[in-house]
């Protein structure tokens, strides 16, 4: 007779939270993989593993499963930096090692390259556009927040810190944008090294 205790069953919660988890996952993959036009609501359910009455019971149309995982990457994103700025605030992280992390997780993860897939949709779709706007603020404010919170201008510059930051951020993008056809790691690289050197003419990191 076996003593093994079954795990307890996981409540309807549970299930929903883990079934849209699997949604959003699912809807960024095949961003990444297909782009916008050919990701399905009928290949995201497919490829999450559910039926597809479970993903219209959370999510009836394709623009609701997009712009909830949208909502969740950017969350991800926005904890994973916030989380290395008080890294960088505690000298944990030097700046050199705070910008190439934000670096690396903007060249190697999902969040930049399907953000980049959704954009280019939004642009010629206004319900998509419209939709996703009160997520891009609320990722923008949540970037301004830390920037304010984790860095002060250089002794030597009077530029706002969380307009620099933006700025910097921007750079990344478009490093990103060219990385797609100029994989040039070295190069790469190089830039990186130079940007933080510009970084460190307009600001300096909190000291907690």
């Known amino acids: ?17 883990r079934t849209r988890k699997l949604l959003h996952e699912a809807t960024i993959a095949l961003l990444m993989e297909t782009g916008y036009s050919n990701t399905t609501s009928l290949g995201i359910a497919k490829r999450a593993g559910v039926s597809r009455g479970a993903q219209t ?10 712009v909830a995982a949208t909502e969740d990457m950017f969350d991800t994103f926005a904890e994973g930096l916030a989380e290395q700025a008080r890294h960088l605030r505690s ?11 934000v ?5 190697d993860g999902d969040w930049f390259y399907a953000s980049l897939e959704i954009i280019v949709a939004a642009r010629g779709d206004a319900q998509l556009r419209q939709r996703l706007q009160p997520a891009i603020f609320s990722l923008h404010n949540r970037f301004e927040a830390i920037w304010r919170e984790t860095f002060t201008a250089a002794p030597d510059s009077d530029a706002d810190p969380v307009i620099i930051m933006n700025i910097f951020l921007n750079v990344f993008r478009g490093m990103a944008v060219q990385a797609v056809l100029r994989p040039d790691k070295a190069f ?21």
């Open 57 to 66: 019971h959370h999510y009836p149309e394709k623009i609701d499963l997009i």
């Open 1 to 17: 007779m076996s003593n093994r205790v079954k795990p307890p069953r996981r409540t309807q919660t549970e299930r929903s939270d």
């Open 103 to 107: 670096w690396l997780r903007m060249l």
């Open 91 to 101: 000298g944990k992280l030097s700046l050199d090692a705070f910008l190439e992390l």
């Open 188 to 208: 790469l690289q190089d830039m990186l090294k130079v940007t933080s050197g510009l970084l460190r003419e307009q600001v300096r990191p909190v000291v907690e």
